[in-house]
């Protein structure tokens, strides 16, 4: 379903709100990763994306004299419900030469059935053999049907199956809000 279609019911969480959760996660992630040296971050088209960059833009501050790997990654044709949903629209993947021996951080925006993340991970499969691989989301919804679990989160959502959230970029300063809407 394209977000984008959808009738915008609600803001959750405006722009300070958000960025709060992106400070501790980044926090977080600097505390388990004292230099950015074998580390990539890598947002999961496409809102994965927008978190990703949000949170780059913090790391950036405390490692200013470090480069810190990126990349972006689109899972579409790696995902199980293939067979079911019309053929995705393919976005754009840019991943680093190799990621062997590389410590790799998977960013998106929701976090919910575990299959999007599935999906990431198979996708990593053709670009090398990460020494390990974390996982940042923005919001949990738990609610899983495979056993994954983030390791760095924004907020904890307990919200209804016919909710979904919809983060959107504030284009002139980079910001996030995100909002509730029905299915």
Not at 66 to 90: A, C, Q, W, Y
Not at 142 to 168: A, F, H, S, T
């Amino acid at each position: 379903m394209n977000t984008e279609q959808i009738a915008i019911d609600r803001l959750m969480f405006d722009a300070d709100e958000v960025q709060s959760m992106l400070v501790s996660m980044s926090d977080a992630i600097r505390a388990c990763h004292v230099t950015p040296d074998s580390l990539v971050i890598i947002g999961i088209q496409q809102k994965g994306v927008l978190v990703k960059d949000a949170m780059l833009r913090l790391l950036k501050q405390s490692w200013s004299s470090k480069d810190i790997s990126t990349g972006e990654l689109d899972i579409g044709m790696f995902r199980d419900d293939l067979g079911d949903n019309p053929v995705p629209h393919i976005q754009p993947t840019s991943i680093p030469d190799h990621l062997d021996d590389m410590d790799v951080i998977l960013v998106d925006d929701v976090l919910q059935s575990g299959r999007t993340t599935r999906a990431a991970l198979d996708a990593l499969r053709d670009f090398g053999r990460p020494r390990s691989i974390q996982l940042a989301v923005l919001f949990d919804r738990g609610q899983r049907r495979l056993p994954i679990q983030p390791d760095y989160v924004g907020r904890k959502l307990d919200i209804e199956d016919d909710q979904l959230i919809v983060v959107k970029s504030l284009e002139e300063d980079g910001g996030l809000q995100v909002y509730l809407t029905l299915k």
